[in-house]
């Protein structure tokens, strides 16, 4: 009896307020990206994070018989350790940074040495009644906050949601699904031009567009994306229009990320019974498609738990280190691998089939030498624009070589001769990132991106060789389906940073980048 009273009285005794800022942290993280993420990215992330907060605390309740102090260690080392990004980005642009001190290795110590003294300060306490009440009211109330924005914002986005409806699609002629070619289009994050690659990295990439050409692709030597960065870029592509036409009079910065998912491509497909194949690109809006028939994810690290690993202490373990194994940029080379080696295997699926692979490669982190061999190196370490090239060169080079072999078994296992796209969502940044101002050169750069198409029965021929992305599905589109979709004229728009474009009217302030 007594024992089953003194396991009662332990349970009793065991502080739950450090699950508060536990959640509290991840909740934050998730409300302030909601606009590229998803609400099911939350379930892995919160169950672990109790998860672990329940062990420690039972562990800890073992040592510290007080529930009010342990409970308010363990909170302390939880919300240090969970939202240490934040509590880094609040110190940076203060008199701190002058002094050189905001790294890594010094905010390291004076976590642990402000932890340590408020630990000790707890323990010496003899009465925490009121410290204790007030931070349970405090976490509650957090926590509410959060839930309340996260619900008003899920609600706001279901109401803003009504699907955009197309628009000369055509008659549809089903007796002919089974001759429908699949249709993939494959984005290489800012892959370049080839005259870029010249001029800027003094490399020839005459060896990969020969390949190309020699399969019968269709390579654009004038190719030019309309909008400067992958939020902007690719759900326009996707949309076969450009934002004036596609954003309501006030803007929400979900209205950008939301129209990658049942986008006008996929619709137009849909209704001719095309599966949507969607490859996880583990980035922001392009790792989660609620609308496609078949995902293809390798782990169970989605990109909500990227961001809070690389927020928290626990990049400490897993970035640079192992951590049981685990190691974050090895997740990201397997996924990356994965997705190529799924692009090979696609085509043995039945019927149908619009693949969407978006691959962050050429652009950073920096994961692949030239053969494929691991490279480990830190945005902090890269010190010149030297050092950049070569990093980002030997990713292109790797990303060429893949992409030629998934070409070749595209090509090899088609039962159709299928539809390639293979087109970058922009340009790379070299020029930008070690220069003070985003100068004309800069935009340059950014605007001429990759584009190969294989497009089969000879419609190559009718291919402009200027076509910019926003174009790529209405050719597609008007030359194998018979639709009314006619090419918009080629506009390439300057802006950059989505989350300043609050109105409709701020996009007619952009100027136009005469085409030279
Ligand atoms: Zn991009």
């Given at each position: 009896m007594t024992r089953i009273l003194k396991f009662k009285n332990f349970f009793k005794n065991i502080p739950y307020l450090p699950s508060l800022y536990g959640i509290f942290p991840v909740l934050f993280l998730f409300v302030h990206n909601i606009s590229e993420l998803q609400y099911e990215m939350l379930w892995l992330p919160l169950f672990a994070v109790i998860f672990v907060i329940l062990i420690f605390t039972v562990v800890l309740s073992i040592f510290v018989q007080d529930y009010r102090k342990s409970g308010l260690i363990l909170s302390l080392f939880f919300m240090l350790f969970l939202s240490y990004g934040n509590f880094k980005e609040l110190l940076l642009g203060g008199w701190l940074e002058d002094l050189g001190i905001i790294r890594d290795k010094y905010l390291y110590s004076l976590g642990i040495l402000f932890f340590g003294l408020a630990s000790?300060?707890?323990?010496?306490?003899?009465?925490?009644?009121?410290?204790?009440?007030?931070?349970?009211?405090?976490?509650?109330?957090?926590?509410?906050?959060?839930?309340?924005?996260?619900?008003?914002?899920?609600?706001?986005?279901?109401?803003?949601?009504?699907?955009?409806?197309?628009?000369?699609?055509?008659?549809?002629?089903?007796?002919?699904?089974?001759?429908?070619?699949?249709?993939y289009y494959i984005i290489p994050d800012s892959y370049g031009r080839a005259d870029t690659l010249k001029e800027l990295y003094n490399y020839d990439n005459g060896e990969f567009i020969n390949f190309l050409k020699k399969k019968g692709f269709s390579v654009l030597s004038d190719s030019n994306s309309n909008y400067q960065n992958t939020i902007l870029s690719i759900p326009t592509t996707l949309n076969m229009d450009y934002w004036d036409n596609l954003l309501p009079e006030t803007i929400r910065e979900d209205d950008f990320t939301n129209k990658i998912q049942n986008s006008r491509v996929q619709q137009f497909l849909g209704e001719r019974g095309y599966k949507t194949i969607f490859l996880n690109s583990g980035y922001g809006i392009t790792s989660f498609n609620k609308y496609s028939h078949l995902k293809f994810d390798p782990s169970y690290i989605n990109d909500f738990s990227t961001r809070i690993i690389e927020n928290s202490l626990l990049k400490y373990f897993v970035i640079k280190r192992q951590f049981f194994g685990f190691n974050l940029k090895n997740e990201e080379r397997k996924r990356i691998l994965y997705n190529l080696e799924k692009l090979k295997e696609v085509s043995e699926i039945d019927g149908p089939k619009f693949v969407f692979s978006h691959i962050n490669v050429p652009h950073s982190p920096f994961l692949f030498d030239r053969n494929g061999g691991e490279v480990d190196v830190d945005w902090a370490s890269v010190t010149s624009s030297e050092q950049y090239n070569d990093l980002w060169l030997d990713q292109l080079i790797f990303i060429s070589k893949q992409l030629s072999s998934v070409v070749e078994a595209i090509l090899a296992k088609s039962k159709t001769p299928p539809i390639i796209i293979i087109q970058s969502d922009h340009g790379p940044d070299m020029m930008s990132l070690w220069s003070d101002e985003f100068s004309e050169a800069d935009m340059r750069e950014r605007i001429k991106n990759f584009s190969a198409l294989y497009l089969p029965n000879g419609k190559d021929q009718l291919l402009p060789d200027n076509m910019t992305n926003v174009n790529t599905f209405r050719f597609i589109f008007k030359n194998y389906f018979n639709a009314d979709y006619s090419l918009l004229e080629n506009k390439i728009y300057t802006y950059y940073d989505y989350s300043l474009i609050k109105h409709r009217s701020d996009l007619k302030n952009i100027k136009l980048v005469p085409r030279n």
């Open positions: 000790y300060f707890i323990m010496r306490a003899s009465d925490l009644k009121t410290v204790y009440g007030f931070f349970k009211t405090m976490g509650c109330v957090l926590i509410t906050i959060s839930l309340v924005s996260m619900g008003f914002s899920a609600y706001s986005t279901n109401k803003r949601n009504n699907v955009s409806s197309l628009d000369g699609t055509g008659q549809i002629d089903l007796s002919q699904k089974q001759n429908f070619p699949d249709i």
